[in-house]
Nanobody
């Protein structure tokens, strides 16, 4: 089995910064594309940013220029650097990854449990 655990959420003032982490553990052979999603109260879950194994990134228009997605393959960890935070960024942030397992050999799409980010003064 494979598990994803997010961390780094918390309370931050508007204009501030925060970095989220997503650690992947389990029977991992390699990790394919990874991404961050978020869900605000009363809203549907939406894509924030994705990153491929080749390093290509994609961002939602609402976070372009403010958020940066990155990954450390040696640590099996995904990051989201959030700068110039706005109150509308308040949401539960979820990590997602496509994982190739070792034994048995298979491909899994896995989600983390989420971490809460609150932007308020």
């Amino acid at each position: 089995q494979v598990q994803l655990v997010e961390s780094g959420g918390g309370l931050v003032q508007p204009g501030g910064s925060l970095r989220l982490s997503c650690a992947v553990s389990g029977s991992i052979f390699s990790i394919n594309a990874m991404g961050w999603y978020r869900q605000a109260p009363g809203k549907e879950r939406e894509l924030v940013a994705t990153i491929t194994t080749g390093g290509s990134t994609n961002y939602a228009d609402s976070v372009k220029g403010r958020f940066t997605i990155s990954r450390d393959n040696a640590k099996n960890t995904l990051y989201l650097q959030m700068d110039s935070l706005k109150p509308e960024d308040t949401a539960v942030y979820y990590c997602n990854a496509g994982v190739y397992t070792t034994w048995p050999s298979r491909y899994l799409e896995v989600w983390g449990q989420g971490t809460l980010v609150t932007v308020s003064s």
